[in-house]
């Protein structure tokens, strides 16, 4: 070997050495300090913690668990919001922590955070079934809201689909949904599936939509679909009637808990049901998504009709 190889090689050993030994590598964590220029947060993750871009990837001393170190400033920032970590936070400068169902905020309790205001700060309202909206009257998906000066962690409605029927067969539905709801506006018939003898568009937002009617017959019960991107949020069906069912069925309750999600259902002998499936995480498995498809096929009816 040259000796231009020698002084080459020997340096890169002696630092992956230095890198890898157990006692040389710092304690995984997540570590908030002030600089000069703004918060700096510094995470050490290891294993199933290991997401997003990192400044550098190496493995753990059992050179089999994958690791990343980041580094980020943030200037001006007086919160930071941050995925859930099971290890130690460690918080410098007066700052303080607030655990949430999915995520961590920390923040500086000295700054003038606002009433009624999201971990972003935007400013929201929540409505009658526990949906966030914002100025524009769309739908959020807020992980904290500032309530009586702390901040409260909330997993808000995503979705709704309530049904109300009366003796009469008199009838009342409400959708609230992220997604748009042009079409269910434009033709609720086939976007819903209802027969009845007269139905009539009664109010109409950038997130919501309901009907009222009369003559009410049959509505086919929307399916759950989970689409890209976040799930975090609560998502209800909800069917209320007084009518008399022509064959009474038994009344039941029934639950579903993984880790990432759980659904409650009850039911009584009419028909009527309540869904309520609460996704606590930003995604849901593969595995656990067939799960809870299989819960639906197997409790959920497909649709609620009078007399059934």
Avoid at 67 to 95: D, F
Avoid at 124 to 136: N, S
């Amino acid at each position: 070997m040259s000796s231009t190889a020698r002084r080459i090689f020997f340096p890169l050993i002696f630092f992956f050495c230095a890198l890898t030994g157990a006692e040389k590598l710092p304690e995984n964590g997540v570590f908030l300090s002030l600089t000069a220029e703004g918060p700096r947060l510094e995470k050490r993750l290891c294993g199933p913690e290991v997401r997003g871009a990192g400044d550098f990837y190496y493995f753990h001393k059992d050179k089999k668990s994958l690791c990343v170190h980041a580094v980020t400033l943030h200037p001006g920032a007086t919160l930071i919001r941050i995925e859930k970590s099971k290890e130690p936070i460690t918080i410098a400068g007066g700052w303080q922590l607030a655990e949430g169902i999915d995520s961590q905020i920390l923040f500086d309790p000295a700054a003038p955070f606002e009433e009624g205001h999201d971990e972003s700060g935007s400013p929201l309202t929540e409505g009658e079934y526990g949906g966030f909206t914002d100025a524009a009257g769309l739908l959020q998906v807020p992980r904290f809201i500032r309530r009586n000066g702390a901040w409260e962690a909330v997993v808000p409605l995503r979705e709704l689909f309530l049904l109300q029927v009366q003796k009469d067969r008199s009838f009342a539905l409400e959708i609230l949904s992220a997604a748009s709801l042009n079409d269910a506006a434009k033709d609720p018939l086939r976007a819903f599936g209802i027969t009845a003898a007269r139905t009539t568009l009664r109010t109409r937002t950038k997130s919501g939509v309901s009907f009222t009617g009369a003559g009410f017959s049959k509505i086919r019960i929307p399916a759950f679909a989970l689409v890209p991107g976040d799930s975090f949020g609560r998502y209800r069906i909800t069917v209320k009637s007084d009518l008399t069912a022509a064959k009474k069925g038994p009344a039941k309750k029934r639950d579903l808990a993984l880790g990432s999600l759980s659904a409650h259902l009850a039911a009584e002998a009419n028909g009527s049901f309540d869904l309520e499936i609460v996704v606590n995480s930003p995604a849901i498995p593969e595995a656990e998504a067939e799960k809870l498809s299989q819960f639906l096929r197997r409790e959920l009816p497909e649709s609620f009709a009078a007399g059934q």
